[in-house]
């Protein structure tokens, strides 16, 4: 069974940087890959998704400020976040999509300090 690993949050003060990252546990065909996050009380929402092609798209909040990554050869998707700010504290969830497979990771929690 393939099981997506995420690493990379933690605490940070605002204006900071982290870099998430998220690896399956076997070789698999990436189709899209994406970040969600989860604020406590608030619906989980988008952040940043990735298609096989390359082609991505930002939530509103983090554009400009969030880049969104692949490397197939290491089945990985990781996420790069600048400039942070107190609003982007969640707990952020990697999704993958392959043939036959709809992935989460466990979540990843990140707190930005002010």
């Known amino acids: 069974q393939v099981q997506l690993v995420e690493s990379g949050g933690g605490l940070v003060q605002a204006g900071g940087s982290l870099r998430l990252s998220c690896a399956a546990s076997?070789?698999?065909?990436?189709?899209?890959g994406g970040w969600y996050r989860q604020a406590p009380g608030k619906q989980r929402e988008l952040v940043a998704a990735?298609?096989?092609?390359?082609?991505?798209n930002y939530a509103d909040s983090v554009k400009g400020r969030f880049t969104i990554s692949r490397d197939n050869a290491k089945n990985t998707v990781y996420l790069q976040m600048n400039s942070l700010k107190p609003a982007d504290t969640a707990t952020y969830y990697c999704?993958?999509?392959?043939?036959?497979?709809?992935?989460w990771g466990q979540g990843t929690l990140v707190t930005v300090s002010s």
């Open positions: 999704n993958i999509r392959a043939p036959g497979l709809d992935l």
């Open positions: 076997r070789s698999i065909f990436v189709i899209n």
């Open positions: 990735i298609t096989f092609g390359g082609s991505t």
